[in-house]
């Protein structure tokens, strides 16, 4: 099998990069972009997608789509995005490589830690299923007996292709050794994704995985649709905690891919993010703050983008990728509008000051439970093993 070819569909190697047989001994990195560029550059497609740097034009602000990613160290980043359009759907996602169980490095994948590939790999799976799903409802939508047929099996599929891709990754690096630990986790990611029509936007679906969490923001406030797999799922106390995940899409152990359906009753935003833009913040109402504030000081999507970058670099101490969609306004200037009394509300009902004790934040975070987690509980689907 050539793996090269399916590294550069993953987007974890590029045109500079050869992968040598395992036979043979690894050059150093310097030394293979050299042969490679001149003896084996012609074997590389021209068209394929691949890492960060080849995906810029992705991180172009739409009229209603806001896409950023950033890396703490270039070109070494675990988190990684997908956006997806055809004629009646958008699909927006975040991808977290985990750092932890992931960090082994493999030679095979250029190497690339297995948490870098991981996202990577993730996202052509959805990719791929997005692509095949848009095919299924045209080809099976019309008729009344199977328009229901692609969303009844939608999990089902997303599974199967998301542990098919991590065993292709799982069987570039396999030695004939078992390892060690029956627990070991290789090519760990986590996964937050939704998908809305454009014109119908009754509702969205989200599917995860993993602690990225996936939000709707409407006039009401910050609402956590995705319910984490960790052990601890109170938004405050995993931040004071940080619990272990429960679940995780990987390559060597079972994993559960959830899906939840959420009715829009009124203009909101979506929102996928990695736990980057988060958690490290003083309380979930933070976040909210965070959005709201940029937002208020923004002119368009573009530079709400740039301030939201600029505020979360500040404390975050990890890679962090945000995907927002707020095709439910008419402009940027009506969202503004829309949100300016709720971002007052906040600023004056969650103040957070020098003085702002642990005990006064609890207070807060009690007050504002019950709404920011208003959407977690109902209509959740899980499938996996």
Known sequence: MDWIKILEKIGAVSRETKILPENEKMESLEQEE????????????????????????????????????????EQKGEDFYLVQKDSSQLLMGVFDGCGGSGAKVYPQFASQTGARVASRTLAKAVEEWFSDRRMLRESEGKTEETAQEPESRSEEELHKMMKEKLAECQAAVQTGQLLLGSLKKEFPSTMVFFTVSEEETAHADFFWCGDSRGYVLDMAGLHQVTKDDVAITDAMENLREDAPMTNVANASVPFVVHRKSTELKKPSLLIAATDGCFGYLTSPMEFEKLLLQTM???????????????????????????????????????????????????????????????????????EYKTSYESLMDAGEVKHGN
């Open 296 to 366: 208020n000081v923004s002119e368009n999507m573009e530079q709400w983008k740039s301030e939201l970058e600029k505020e979360i670099e500040k404390v975050a101490g990890d890679d962090f990728t945000l995907a927002i969609w707020n095709g439910m306004f008419g402009s940027f200037q009506e969202m503004k509008d829309s949100f300016r009394q709720r971002q007052q509300y906040m600023e004056e009902k969650y103040p957070l000051e020098e003085k702002t004790t642990e005990e006064m934040l609890s207070i807060q975070w009690r």
């Open 34 to 73: 050299s042969h490679l560029s001149q003896d084996n550059e012609t074997d590389i497609p021209e068209n394929v997608e691949l890492g960060l740097t080849e995906r810029e034009g992705l991180l172009e602000a739409t009229e209603h789509t806001l896409l950023l990613c950033r890396e703490q160290v």
